[in-house]
């Protein structure tokens, strides 16, 4: 892990992070805890949150866990009543979306993504950030992806509720700044965690993968995590309504391969 800030930089925050049990929300919260953070793990996965929480405290941090369905509108509201003290929230939690033709995928499945994708984070905002507003400032960080402005066939219904994240963060950025709210994106591309690795075990896919990718690689996520500790860092004090792509240059052309390295 390289290390950009002081192992205080995160001290006194107190941070919620969804989706802690594995991948990007694990490396989010052991990043934030790492710089200090006092992090609640929120996630229907309770080994996974244990396993999380564990490691940070192992590693001198200090992390509690919250077993919830981000999908019931009225554990949410349970949650952040707990936790009316956060400064700092992550909206991370998501589900994987197998690639499904436009003119065949079920209303079930648009359901599923856009109630953990957008209504989920919304909720958790509207639950949370008046407690912060009171305390006079806070930090919302919502994982969204590149898919939301360069999407892929077969992923609709997926891109589409990152997308709708995306004009939340850059609206909730407008209204709620003169409270001292900030509130920003993280659109990562492809990110090789436990959920992905499935697919990347398949050469042609991974090579397919890693070949869009200028940089030569795919994310990882301490790639994500970086990103969002700056954000929620005083690094990052004017930064709000902004959307932080982490994907090596993938998305800033339209070719579907790198050329050779430059001379």
Known sequence: MTQLFRNDALT?????????SRGIG??????????GAEVVLA??????????????IAAGGSATTEVVDLTDQEAIADLAGRHDDVDTLVNNAAPAQQPFPLLDAPDELWDKMFALNFWAPLRLIKAIVPSMI????????????????????????????KAALEIVTRVAAMELGPNGIRINS????????QRTQAMLDDPAFAASAV????????????DVAGAAAWLASDAASFVTGQV??????SSV????????KAR
């Open 134 to 161: 009171k305390a006079g400032g806070g930090c919302v960080i919502n994982i969204s992806s590149i898919s939301a402005r360069n999407p892929a066939p077969r992923v609709a219904p997926y891109a589409s509720s």
């Open 43 to 56: 996630a229907d996965d309770a080994p996974g949150l244990e396993d999380t929480k564990n490691a940070i």
């Open 26 to 35: 694990a490396a989010i919260a052991s990043r934030f805890a790492s710089l």
């Open 253 to 260: 052309g339209t070719y579907s391969h790198v050329p050779p």
């Open 244 to 249: 932080l792509a982490i994907e090596g240059g």
């Open 12 to 20: 006194g925050r107190r941070a919620l992070v969804t989706g802690a």
């Open 186 to 193: 993280i659109a990562p591309s492809m990110v090789r965690t």
């Open 211 to 222: 070949a869009r990718v200028p940089m030569g690689r795919l994310a990882e996520t301490e």
